[in-house]
Structure formats: structure tokens, C-alpha cells
């Protein structure tokens, strides 16, 4: 017979209603407590009312998935619980006759509890001076099994799963009214997207791939066997780490029941019996260490991706429940990152083979109007094994504390609580941004004299880098030759806490105690040293910020995700403070500075790369000018170093992407990287621009307008 028609009969069998009391009662004499305590006093009809509004709609925690970006390849997964709901028309016959063979053989016949099975319990149980079976249904297994996966609190699991009379009866009585909401097939699909088998599978398409390697629909009687023994104990039936013995006694006892009730001939049972169990074993990956093969390099973008998701408000109150949520919530999640750009990252990333080297050369890439990530490279190994690591660079680290190097987890591009690396004159496009989006022409002329010594800021006096800086010059020239005396002269013009400000609405953020001290609302007047970029970034934060004068000042949130979708197919959405729904995978943009002023900020920033600007001059020479010509387009950017050159920056960027890399020592900011590995940053973005937009068209950035040109020096 068929389970349909199984259920069929079993339904044409009237169950009085008697019997069902009957077999409470018997419960109740198995289980003396409750009858002393009271059922009615413990378990409440308000009580089971409560637990089975939560059972109808309760679904098991899930894993997530992550895909690349073809929205296929799986790259890895997030699970605490190893689990994927499957649909019952999705499982094997052979699965759902197992498992009822196994655990219920009246699962048919019977209407949530089997007075039957009840009975013979209590007969057993008295014999035996103990508690030898326990007359649990199907049903009610799966009562106790949706209580725990839907607890919130640890009594709650506790509840659902401690060996009471009361929690039995509750099953009990809770099974009765599911069985009034859920049809059989119903009940068996849950069951079985529910049930453990070990070997951390929580439900059958878990199972079914840790154990065979195969999806439920394909599973043979053998094997659906197989697993419908794991379930009453899969410690002790385990078929991986014992001698199979137990596991094929376990199994065969399953065959002659699926056999007993119909589901198979006694003469298919027996030849399946006298099969060996086949195993073919799937590890299934979990989290960011764990991505491999050709995209192993890919941990740090995973690793920025769970950074990201547990800031978002959409996935919980605070980080804990976010993460709660990506390990059990069973969300699609597909990468932004794009595998060319990355490639071209990878490549062009410097010092790539110098992983003994304790200077980290990473690069960011961000994609302007849009705010997606589309690569992150660094020259170390995504790890988790830091045996083979040297100790660390920093003298005040300790004699045992290793180093970041050749392998880490630690968030070096930008996403994480690391607070970055001193990003230098790169910060110079904060004040001119500002001081362009208050209508200052970008043909405003200071004379940069050497040194300058600024009564704005308390006779604090820096100084150029060289001498040949010195003279009258604008912004096109003062970028282009990174002059500090221009800058500081115009920062004063504009407030440094203008530019600080600005700074923070192009997504930056202040995390050693000292920036956040500057920059707080009494003191970013007075922080001069701003516009020298004395203050921590990441390449995440950088690239992303350049991306916005790219955008025509238009600035989006750095994103990790093209698309999110929830365990049902729908996309995740997030509710904003005025109420309105929208995808959290969605670009989230907003006008940050008028376009004319980022276009011609993006003006005066070809100066530097060696591009010719469409309006003004850039003064005779620049400070990165192999830029231009390695990208073969127009570029824009602007290079940075710290005192001593501890770090190197470059930030460069075309219409369709910006990209930011450093090299810097991260464990030892102190460690000077030197004159001699400058260009390093440089190239890395030259080149991954140049192999990243390779094949596609030549933009042309927009002109800014003649009105913020001005008139001249």
C-alpha cells in the first residue's frame, strides 16, 4: 500500500473519542507525577493553546547559504545546526516509508497519540520496573522537537526536552490539536526537516548529504533505511564511526518493518538486507575559513560580509541576534563582489609572493552609485592556523603573540573593530570637497610657502614635502603636487570641522581614542593635522569615500551582497526610521555634496595621476603620474604617506570603479614601510583598474561647470 493510501485507511478507522481519553489516562497512570500534581493545574488549556499557535507556523533553524555572484556556485555556508527545508514532494518514498517504519508504524492509523502504543507501553514499563518504551508518535515527537526549535530562552529548551510526566502529557495533548491543523503529510514533512542523524545533520536533506552525498529525492530504500535507524539513536547507530554492526542491525530491523506494513516485498527487503552500507561522506563547509578551491582567497570579503551583517538592524537588536539569525535563519545570500575585478585585485596586489614580509599590501575596490564592494585583496592567507606564524613585529606585544603573517583572520581592509592605518595627504579631498561644496572656485590661489605657520591653529607650522611646492597655487596644482601649505590655508578658510564633518557623511569613522577626541564636537575646529591625514582609515572606507566624488557626490553605504533572499524565496527586507520597506540588499544612497562640486574635485584629482583636467592646470608636474598612462583612461586619485612613511596610500578612481590600497605593518604602525615600497599602493590600483575595466568602453568624467572654475589665480 501507498502512504496515501495508508492514511486513507487509517482515517476511514473511526477513533472514539473515549479511546483518545482512555489513553490519557493510561499517560497519566505511567506517569504518576502528573496525575499528583494535576494536569489541569499544570497544563492549561490556555498553556497548549499558546505552544500550538507557535507549532503551526514554527519552522527549524536553517542554514544559510552563500553564493558568488552567478548566484550558483556555493562558496560556503553559516550553520550552528547543518539543515535545509525540504518539501515532502521533494523526498524519496522510500524516506517517508523508513522513517514511519522506523518510529510509528500506526503513524496512519492513529490521530496524534496511539492509545494502542500507550497501552503496551504501560504494560512493558511495569514489567520492566522502569521506563523501557515511551509511546512517543510521530506526532508528538515532533511537538517536542518544533517546542525546542522554536525556544528562545534556555528553561524553554529545558522544558521541551526534560524527561517529565507533565511535558508528556503536554505532548500529548498538544499532538491531538496538531493533528487537527496538519495533515499527515504535513506532519511527516516537518518531522523529517526536523529530526537529528548525527554527525551535526539536523533534518533529511542534512542527512542526506553528510551520509550519501545525494539530495532526499534520490535516496534508496538501502540508504533511507539507513538513516530512519539514526534517528532513535545516532550515537550508537552510527554508521561513520562504529563497525557498522549496530548500524546494519538497526537498519535491517527498519527493512522488515517497511516490509510487515506493505512499503516493500519481503523478497526486495531481504536482498536489501544483504547489502553493505555504502557511504559516500560530504563535509559541509561552514563560515569564512572554510571557503576553498579557486576561491579560497575570498575569506576576507566573507569575513567583511558577517562584519556587515552583523550591523544590520534588519537581522536583530544587537550582534548577537544578527548572528543568531545568519546561522539559523536560512538566508540566500549572493556576493557582490565580482570575480574579474578580483582577479585583477589578486594579480596586482604587491609584494603577493612576500608573505614572509610583515608589511600587509592590501587593495579595496567599490563601485560609485551603488556602494557594492566588487573586490578585496591582501597579500596574506585567509586563515585560522597561525602555528606557522613568527611572532609579532610589535616590541609591546609579548614574547609569544604572533604575527599577521602568512596567515590571519583578521579584518585588515576595512569592516571589522581594527581601526585602520594613518592614510596621509589622501585626506586632502575632505577639505577641498568642502570648501568646493561652500562655492569656492577650484581656481583659489594661496601662496604655499615652505613651512606655513597658522594662527588659526595656534602657531602649529608644517611643512612641504620639497621645496620645489613653494609658490602661488591653486587647487588643481595643490592637490596634483599633495602641498601641504596650500591645504592647511584652505582648511582654515573652511573650518576643519567642516571637513571632518563631511568626512563622516562620506562614511568615515573614528576609532582610536585620540581621533575620537579631535574630532569631537569641542576640538575638530582646532584639528589642523586633519587635512595631513594624521587620522586611522581602512582601504574599505577610503574607496568607498573616493566613490562618491566619483558618483557626482552622490554617496551610497559600502555593501558586500547583490541580492538577500529569506528561507521562503522572498528578499529580506528592513523597515526605515519613516516606516518604508526596503530590500536590505538595495542600494541605500543619498546626496551628500552638489554634483558640480564633486565634478570639479574630480577635476582637480586627475592632477595627480598624470591625467590633464578638463578646466585648469595642474602646475607642471604631479606626484603619481604613471597613473594615466597604465590605466589608458581618464583617472582620477591622489597619493598619501605618513611622517617617515610608516604607511603608503594610493586612492584612485575611473566613472565605473574606485579602488584604495595601503601597505602598512599592522601589527607595529611604528614599523616605517619606507620611501622604497611607496609605489607599491600606487601600482596595485594603476593595474587592478586597468585589467579590472579592460574591454569596456572609455568613460569620460563630466566637466564641472565654469561657475566653480572661477576666474583664475
Not at 566613472?655 to 604602525?669: G, K, T, V, Y
Request: charged share 20%; with cysteine; hydrophobic share 35%.
Amino acid at each position: 500500500m501507498s502512504n496515501r493510501q495508508l492514511a486513507s485507511a487509517g482515517r476511514a478507522v473511526p477513533l472514539l473519542r473515549a479511546g483518545l481519553i482512555a489513553g490519557i489516562v493510561v499517560a497519566a497512570a505511567l506517569y504518576p507525577l502528573a496525575a499528583v500534581t494535576g494536569i489541569g493545574a499544570k497544563a492549561t488549556a490556555h498553556a497548549v493553546e499558546q505552544k500550538t499557535n507557535i507549532l503551526k507556523t514554527a519552522l527549524p533553524a536553517e542554514t544559510s547559504y552563500v553564493y558568488a555572484p552567478d548566484g550558483r556556485t556555493v562558496l560556503t555556508m553559516f550553520y550552528e545546526e547543518y539543515r535545509q527545508y525540504t518539501k515532502i514532494e521533494n523526498m524519496s518514498p522510500n524516506i517517508q516509508q523508513a522513517i514511519v517504519a522506523a518510529e510509528d508504524n500506526r503513524f496512519y492509523q492513529h490521530h496524534g497519540v496511539d492509545p494502542k502504543g500507550v497501552a503496551r507501553a504501560f504494560v512493558s514499563n511495569a514489567r520492566s520496573g522502569g521506563v523501557s518504551q515511551g509511546a512517543s508518535t510521530l506526532t508528538m515527537q515532533y511537538v517536542r522537537m518544533a517546542l525546542r526549535d522554536s525556544a528562545s530562552t534556555p528553561k524553554e529548551v529545558q522544558e521541551a526536552t526534560q524527561q517529565t510526566s507533565l511535558r508528556k502529557v503536554k505532548e500529548m495533548r498538544m499532538a491531538l490539536d496538531i493533528e487537527k491543523h496538519l495533515t499527515k503529510e504535513q506532519i511527516l514533512e516537518r518531522y523529517l526537516n526536523s529530526a537529528y542523524f548525527g554527525h551535526r545533520a539536523y533534518g533529511i536533506y542534512a542527512a542526506s548529504q553528510i551520509f550519501f552525498s545525494k539530495t532526499p529525492a534520490t535516496l534508496s530504500p538501502v540508504e533511507a533505511a539507513t538513516l530512519a535507524g539514526l534517528v532513535k539513536s545516532p550515537s550508537e547507530y552510527d554508521p561513520i564511526t562504529s563497525d557498522q554492526k549496530d548500524a546494519t542491525g538497526r537498519r535491517n530491523y527498519v527493512l522488515d518493518n517497511m516490509s510487515r506494513l506493505g512499503f516493500m516485498s519481503p523478497d526486495a527487503a531481504a536482498a536489501a538486507k544483504g547489502q553493505p552500507i555504502k557511504l559516500k561522506l560530504t563535509d559541509p563547509p561552514n563560515d569564512c575559513a572554510a571557503i576553498d578551491g579557486a576561491h579560497r582567497s575570498w575569506g576576507f570579503y566573507c569575513d567583511y560580509l558577517k562584519n556587515w551583517w552583523s550591523a544590520q538592524p534588519a537581522f536583530g537588536e544587537n550582534r548577537l541576534e544578527r548572528m543568531d539569525k545568519l546561522r539559523r535563519g536560512g538566508y540566500r545570500i549572493v556576493l557582490a563582489l565580482d570575480p574579474k575585478t578580483q582577479a585583477a585585485a589578486e594579480k596586482n596586489v604587491g609584494a603577493k609572493d612576500n608573505t614572509g614580509s610583515p608589511f600587509a599590501n592590501g587593495i579595496v575596490v567599490a563601485e560609485p552609485g551603488t556602494g557594492r564592494i566588487k573586490a578585496m585583496a591582501v597579500n596574506r592567507n585567509y586563515s585560522l592556523d597561525l602555528a606557522e606564524n613568527p611572532n609579532s613585529s610589535n616590541p609591546e606585544a609579548g614574547p609569544k603573540v604572533k604575527a599577521n603573517y602568512p596567515n590571519t583572520v583578521a579584518p585588515l581592509l576595512g569592516g571589522g573593530t581594527l581601526p585602520g592605518y594613518q592614510a596621509g595627504s589622501t585626506f586632502k579631498m575632505f577639505p577641498m570637497l568642502a570648501a568646493l561644496n561652500a562655492g569656492m572656485p577650484l581656481s583659489t590661489a594661496y601662496d604655499s610657502p615652505y613651512t606655513y605657520k597658522s594662527a588659526v591653529y595656534d602657531g602649529w607650522a608644517p611643512s612641504n614635502a620639497s621645496g620645489a611646492m613653494t609658490g602661488r597655487q591653486t587647487m588643481w596644482s595643490g592637490f596634483g603636487k599633495s602641498v601641504n601649505t596650500y591645504f592647511v590655508q584652505l582648511e582654515e578658510k573652511i573650518g576643519a570641522d567642516t571637513g571632518v564633518r563631511l568626512a563622516e557623511q562620506l562614511g568615515l569613522r573614528w576609532r582610536t581614542d585620540v581621533d575620537k577626541d579631535q574630532a569631537s564636537p569641542g576640538k575638530a575646529k582646532k584639528w589642523g593635522a586633519f587635512t595631513l591625514g594624521v587620522s586611522d582609515a581602512t582601504p574599505l572606507e577610503m574607496a568607498n569615500a573616493y566613490a562618491t566624488v566619483a558618483a557626482d557626490g552622490r554617496y551610497c553605504e559600502a555593501i558586500p551582497v547583490n541580492a538577500i533572499m529569506n528561507r521562503d524565496g522572498t528578499p529580506a527586507t528592513w523597515s526605515t526610521p519613516g516606516g518604508v520597506q526596503r530590500e536590505v540588499a538595495k542600494p541605500r544612497c543619498r546626496q551628500v555634496v552638489n554634483a558640480d562640486a564633486a565634478r570639479a574635485a574630480t577635476d582637480a584629482a586627475r592632477c595627480p595621476t598624470g591625467d590633464t583636467p578638463a578646466k585648469g592646470t595642474c602646475g607642471g608636474w604631479s606626484t603619481a603620474d604613471s597613473v594615466r598612462r597604465t590605466v589608458g583612461r581618464p583617472v582620477a586619485g591622489k597619493t598619501g604617506t605618513t611622517d617617515s612613511t610608516r604607511s603608503a596610500w594610493f586612492v584612485g578612481y575611473t566613472p565605473e570603479l574606485a579602488a584604495a590600497s595601503f601597505i602598512a605593518d599592522p601589527d607595529n604602525p611604528f614599523n616605517a614601510v619606507g620611501d622604497g615600497q611607496s609605489q607599491i599602493p600606487v601600482n596595485a590600483v594603476a593595474q587592478t583598474l586597468r585589467d579590472a575595466l579592460k574591454g569596456q568602453p572609455t568613460r569620460q568624467f563630466t566637466p564641472p561647470s565654469d561657475q566653480i572654475v572661477g576666474a583664475g589665480p
